[in-house]
């Protein structure tokens, strides 16, 4: 069984960092690129950034470039998404899906609530 399973949400104040995790089981890690999408209260998802299956390639939306920083660790099926800086308008609930393009995302993990308040 395919599983997905974020941790290291929380709440933080603007300019604070968090480093989301996403652990797998049920398939093999390291064949398959990763994504990380968020949704905000009151909206809809949006893309935030993907990997590779070897994790030498990377990509991010404008909003979080320069900002967020998503890696993998294929011996620990593990993916990671650290964040810095952080802006109120980052809060929204995190989620790892299997798949680097969006539309080939097939499995998402339950998600972790990401809040940026002062």
């Known amino acids: 069984e395919v599983q997905l399973v974020e941790s290291g949400g929380g709440m933080v104040h603007p300019g604070g960092s968090l480093r989301l995790s996403c652990a797998t089981s049920?398939?093999?890690?390291?064949?398959?690129?990763m994504s990380w999408v968020r949704q905000a209260p009151g909206k809809g998802s949006e893309w935030v950034s993907a990997i590779d299956s070897g994790g030498g390639s990377t990509y991010y939306a404008d909003s979080v470039k320069g900002r967020f920083t998503i890696s993998r660790d294929n011996a620990k099926n593990t993916l990671y998404l650290q964040m810095n800086s952080l802006k109120p308008e980052d809060t929204a609930v995190y989620y790892c899906?299997?798949?680097?393009?969006?539309?080939?995302?097939?499995?998402w993990g339950q998600g972790t609530q990401v809040t940026v308040s002062s």
């Open positions: 049920g398939f093999t890690f390291s064949d398959y690129g």
């Open positions: 899906g299997r798949g680097r393009l969006l539309s080939k995302v097939d499995y």
